[in-house]
């Protein structure tokens, strides 16, 4: 069965303070994996597409890497509007997505 | 551009009535996703439509929900009767289909049943 396994469930940084966030998946045909960033009380808003191991996509401060068996997003000097929960998702088949259980980053300034 | 749009953002209704969630997706997409969030399971695709017609439905959990999509710009889903173990948060996504291919959502319905 395809599983999609984020971690850590919570992670509270220092505004500045670099840190990652991983992903980790067991599917039977990896089609792609996104991530996407959730504010409260609003929908999934789409960050990256990777589509093979050792692809990396940025945005901001925002780095996403591919290896066969997980992804991580990097958050360099995060600020404060980077407090969100980030989904990493993968695409089981043409359509489908299957979601972690997200990583609520909180940054303070 | 307008992104998804989804109607109501909240209903409270009480067990056993019908409920009704609507969904405009964004213009030009062929592909119409609703999905199901909430703390326990996180989120769940419930049916997939590919130009207006139902491809995938076994997310959807009773014969209590039905989902239409009668043209491009509009689908709804429909829960009858309600349960309160319905509770949750509706999303509708679309996206311009095939793999590695995007799906952007709106920003839900928080569905309360008392």
């Known amino acids: 069965e395809d599983q999609v396994t984020q971690s850590p469930e919570a992670l509270r940084l220092q505004e500045g303070e670099s840190s990652s966030l991983n992903c980790s998946y067991t599917?039977?045909?990896?089609?792609?994996l996104f991530w996407y960033r959730q504010d409260p009380g609003k929908g999934p808003e789409f960050l990256f597409t990777?589509?093979?191991a050792g692809e990396e996509k940025e945005k901001e401060r925002l780095k996403a890497t591919l290896t066969k068996k997980e992804s991580f997003l990097h958050i360099t000097a995060p600020k404060p509007e980077d407090s969100a929960t980030y989904l990493c998702?993968?695409?089981?088949?043409?359509?489908?997505?299957?979601f972690g259980a997200g990583t609520t980053v909180t940054v303070r300034a | 551009d307008a992104g998804v749009i989804q109607s109501p953002r909240h209903e409270v209704t009480e067990m056993g009535q019908e409920v009704t969630l609507r969904c405009k997706p964004i213009?030009?997409?062929?592909?119409l996703f609703w999905y199901r969030q909430t703390m326990m399971r996180g989120l769940e695709l419930l049916i997939y439509?590919?130009?207006?017609?139902?491809?995938?439905d076994s997310g959807m959990p009773e014969d209590r929900f039905s989902a239409k999509m009668p043209n491009a710009s509009f689908s709804t889903l429909k829960i009858q009767p309600s349960e309160p173990r319905d509770s949750a948060v509706y999303f509708c996504?679309?996206?311009?289909?095939?793999?590695?291919?995007?799906?952007?959502f709106g920003d839900g319905t928080r569905l309360s049943i008392l």
């Open positions: 213009s030009g997409h062929n592909s």
């Open positions: 439509f590919n130009n207006n017609v139902p491809i995938d």
């Open positions: 996504a679309s996206g311009s289909g095939g793999v590695f291919q995007p799906q952007h």
């Open positions: 990777l589509y093979s």
């Open positions: 998702a993968v695409q089981v088949n043409d359509y489908k997505l299957s």
């Open positions: 599917v039977s045909g990896l089609r792609g």
